[in-house]
């Protein structure tokens, strides 16, 4: 059995008032907005969204004032070499010009077992994320930039108060209610086209790239996400793969997710190593295709031999997630998913 978190306890402690605030342009103000940009890693999350969006402008030209407001909202985690994650909502908008630019809600997180427990940041975090789901989905007529600081302010009274044993619990509980029939029902829904067996073979053949991550540049990874009250478990399951994958290599991990739309599928995007200004485009246009970044279930659609693993696997479809990740965590380190 995988370790799924470190078993030594500590007390709990309250984290309260974590630096919370916001980048970018809103058509309630003529002006770019800059809320609570104190620090050297906000400033360094300020000039990557700066050029992110040149980039864009110089890939798209004139089509990025298309392409850019059809963007889904993306939750984030976000982490700059050593610091603490950060976390955040981010969303295709404008100023009162109709000038298109991002807007992002960010929360730099104190609570020590954030940055040692990643996985478990959106379902830590569940009540922020909603909350800035919700602000960032807002209508912004009649209201006043004044009016948004308020919002914003307050979403740092939230005190965080958890203990190891706290997300243990949340953890294991989460991974043993779903069975992979389950997510797979769930996320065939969205998919008509896919098939079980290749996706899971798409799965191993992508955990033998992140093994590599070391030797490789800056790279990309998409992933499905299942909808409904799935998602977070979902979320938890893939970041608990991709770490058992990495083993200890020392990568920083940039994670984006998005829910189901009209116009997208709910996906989790994990970028591996600093992520390059260049890499937003992934996450404004959806359907670009590139070497940098691994799609599985287009690589799905692609393959035709399947492994002897995959078929213990599928051929126990309701076996319970922490089960598939604990199987598929093996294949992993052991570089045994490989045709």
């Not at 008509?192 to 290749?198: A, G, I, M, R, T």
Request: some cysteine; glycine content about 2%; hydrophobic content about 40%.
């Amino acid at each position: 059995m995988i370790k799924l978190f470190k078993k030594k306890q500590k007390k709990g402690l309250i984290y309260a008032n974590d630096l919370v605030g916001c980048i970018g342009k809103l058509p309630v103000h003529k002006e770019f907005i800059k809320h609570y940009v104190t620090r050297p890693e906000l400033a360094h999350l300020d000039q990557w969204y700066q050029s992110a969006f040149h980039t864009l402008r110089q890939n798209y030209g004139n089509e990025t004032k298309i392409i850019f407001p059809q963007m889904p909202l993306h939750n984030y985690i976000y982490y700059i070499t050593n610091s603490q994650p950060m976390i955040g909502t981010v969303i295709p908008s404008h100023d009162q010009s109709g000038r298109i630019y991002p807007y992002t809600v960010f929360r730099i997180l104190e609570n020590p077992l954030a940055q040692e427990f990643t996985s478990a940041i959106p379902e830590m975090y569940a009540d922020f994320f909603n909350d800035t789901t919700t602000l960032c989905n807002s209508c912004w007529e009649n209201k006043l930039l004044p009016d948004v600081f308020s919002q914003i302010d307050r979403l740092n009274k939230t005190a965080t108060h958890i203990l190891r044993r706290d997300i243990l619990e949340i953890t294991v509980t989460s991974l043993n209610k779903l069975t992979l029939n389950n997510y797979w029902q769930n996320i065939s829904q969205q998919y008509s086209d896919l098939y079980l067996e290749p996706f899971i073979q798409a799965i191993f053949n992508a955990l033998n790239i992140v093994r590599e991550t070391k030797k490789k540049n800056p790279w990309g990874l998409r992933l499905p996400l299942a909808t409904g009250n799935m998602s977070n478990t979902n979320i938890i399951f893939w970041l608990q793969l991709i770490q058992s994958a990495l083993a200890k290599q020392e990568i920083f991990l940039q994670i984006f997710w998005n829910k189901e739309s009209n116009q997208h599928k709910a996906a989790l995007t994990i970028f591996f190593k600093p992520m390059p200004a260049s890499y937003f485009t992934y996450l404004v246009d959806q359907h670009l295709e590139s070497n940098a970044l691994i799609d599985v279930v287009k690589e799905a659609k692609t393959i035709t031999n399947i492994s002897e693993s995959v078929k213990q696997i599928t051929n126990n479809i309701n076996m319970p997630l922490i089960e598939v990740l604990q199987k598929l965590s093996v294949y992993a380190t052991n570089n045994s998913c490989i045709m």
